[in-house]
């Protein structure tokens, strides 16, 4: 029997909301400032102060003992990057920035990958269409679908474009911790999953390949990478089941 998902109530939604709002602010922001000879430890350390500042904590820091703010995940680094101060940006990279922020007890989890100056046309391509499959995906957030419905549609964007599809990492119902049950997985498994009700929230995350579908984690235990040496691009977002629909909760102005 498919279990479940936890609906989140009225009260804690708004919350999540805030907390959205918080990381939505924090990716504009770093989506702006973010150029070539910066290091990732600079984003990471700006990033914490304006979540700090907000009124919230940095969720990933301390997480299963991850020592940062964000996760900044560079050209083939798909997710899980630890920021470094010898990690230099430079002209033509791609840059994954995955944050979360902890608002009175509940989470908003988002991520952007973002050009770092002039990036080439096939890279311009792999981001715009990992973040059309995700904005595919949050269409499927809708009371009635069941959670494979949310694969299918990221799996579909991925499979037309014929990029790596990353398969052992994915999206997540997210609220009270950072990562709920159930796992979303970026692809048909074949089983349709769980209902989605009002007050179901997840955490949408298609991460797409260039190259080859396939990843391995780098000696420090976290960074994964593909294993082509290929680029990778990552987009997410937060997401609230409603009566009228989906609303992202982490949706950015700019
Ligand atoms: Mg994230
Ligand atoms: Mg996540």
Same mark, same amino acid.
């Given at each position: 029997?498919? #279990?479940?998902?936890?609906?989140?109530?009225?009260?804690?939604?708004?919350?999540?909301?805030?907390?959205?709002?918080?990381?939505?602010?924090?990716?504009?922001?770093?989506?702006?400032?973010? !150029?070539?000879?910066?290091?990732?430890? $600079?984003?990471?350390?700006?990033?914490?102060?304006?979540?700090?500042?907000?009124?919230?904590?940095?969720?990933?820091? %301390?997480?299963?003992?991850? =020592?940062?703010?964000? +996760?900044?995940?560079?050209?083939?680094?798909?997710?899980?990057?630890?920021?470094?101060?010898?990690?230099? @940006? #430079?002209?033509?990279?791609?840059?994954?920035?995955? +944050?979360?922020?902890?608002?009175? %007890?509940? &989470?908003? $989890?988002?991520?952007?990958?973002?050009?770092?100056?002039?990036?080439?046309?096939?890279?311009?391509?792999?981001?715009?269409?990992?973040?059309?499959?995700?904005?595919? %995906?949050?269409?499927?957030?809708?009371?009635?679908?069941?959670?494979? $419905?949310?694969?299918?549609?990221?799996? $579909?964007?991925?499979?037309?474009?014929? /990029?790596?599809?990353?398969?052992?990492?994915?999206?997540?119902?997210?609220?009270?911790? @950072?990562?709920?049950?159930?796992?979303?997985?970026? /692809?048909?498994?074949?089983?349709?999953?769980? !209902?989605? #009700? =009002? %007050?179901?929230?997840?955490?949408?995350?298609?991460?797409?390949?260039?190259?080859?579908?396939?990843?391995?984690?780098?000696?420090?235990?976290?960074?994964?990478?593909?294993?082509?040496?290929? =680029?990778?691009?990552?987009? !997410?977002?937060?997401?609230? &089941?409603?009566?009228?629909?989906?609303?992202?909760?982490?949706?950015?102005?700019?």
């Amino acid at each position: 029997m498919t #279990k479940a998902i936890s609906r989140k109530s009225r009260h804690e939604i708004l919350l999540i909301q805030e907390a959205g709002r918080i990381v939505a602010d924090t990716l504009t922001y770093l989506s702006q400032i973010v !150029e070539p000879g910066m290091s990732t430890l $600079d984003l990471d350390q700006i990033a914490e102060d304006r979540i700090r500042k907000a009124g919230a904590l940095p969720t990933f820091k %301390g997480y299963h003992g991850f =020592p940062a703010t964000l +996760c900044t995940s560079v050209n083939d680094e798909v997710v899980h990057g630890i920021p470094r101060p010898d990690k230099i @940006l #430079k002209d033509g990279d791609v840059i994954s920035i995955d +944050c979360g922020a902890t608002y009175k %007890g509940l &989470v908003g $989890d988002s991520a952007i990958t973002v050009g770092v100056g002039k990036i080439t046309d096939d890279l311009k391509q792999l981001l715009e269409a990992t973040d059309a499959s995700l904005h595919a %995906g949050i269409g499927k957030m809708v009371a009635g679908n069941f959670l494979e $419905d949310i694969s299918a549609a990221v799996e $579909d964007v991925g499979k037309t474009h014929g /990029y790596g599809i990353v398969q052992n990492y994915g999206g997540h119902g997210v609220g009270r911790q @950072l990562h709920e049950e159930p796992f979303l997985p970026n /692809y048909r498994i074949g089983q349709r999953g769980p !209902e989605l #009700k =009002p %007050g179901v929230v997840l955490a949408i995350e298609p991460m797409f390949n260039l190259g080859t579908k396939e990843v391995k984690t780098l000696s420090d235990n976290w960074t994964v990478v593909t294993q082509d040496g290929l =680029p990778s691009a990552h987009f !997410e977002h937060t997401v609230i &089941v409603t009566e009228n629909g989906p609303i992202i909760a982490t949706e950015r102005k700019s």
